[in-house]
């Protein structure tokens, strides 16, 4: 946990230009996620609503994705953390400069499939305030709307944070690979 939070705290450091966009738009997917839960759990049992295991089964998927994106926001800076290690290698022979090209194009492609990851938990953060939306305690509507705009802004940070890595990554069938793999969640 604390890790998590140490990576989040990166992100409002603005003398630190290592952990950015990606980690904030999964910090923000994992505050949607909670606030869906929340309003889920503030639906239960409530006169004229769905029943209750309607609540709880989105409830508990809610707070296992907004565990996973709280993680996911410290995987994005540990990923970009890879990347500039990788760039930091020696270059001073033929080998060295193999080994380091190898590394740097380990790392981007990693750099993209992280925030492809955390786009997916998003998106179906996303989802999951939907299906709320048929029904749920109207006592939390701002809530869940709030919900909405950051699953919202984590999928579109998360998906920017995946094209901004592509360019980078030398194998062009991984690109297309991640690249239609995108546009699947963001369809």
Known sequence: MQENINAFMRVLDATDNSTGGGTASSVAGAMAAGLAAMVARLSMDKTGLAPREYYQTIAEEAETLSAELFNGGREDAAAFDRVTE?????????????????????????????PLSNAGRCRRVLELCRSLEKSFNTNAASDLECAMY???????????????????????SACKDIEERLESIIG
């Not at 950051?150 to 194998?171: E, F, H, M, Q, S």
């Open 86 to 114: 990788a760039y930091k290698m020696p270059r001073d022979t033929s080998a060295a400069k193999d080994l380091r090209v190898q590394a740097i194009q380990k790392a981007m492609k990693h750099a993209a499939e992280v």
């Open 150 to 172: 950051l699953a919202t802004a984590g999928l579109k940070g998360c998906a920017a944070n995946v094209r901004i890595n592509l360019p980078y990554i030398k194998d062009e």
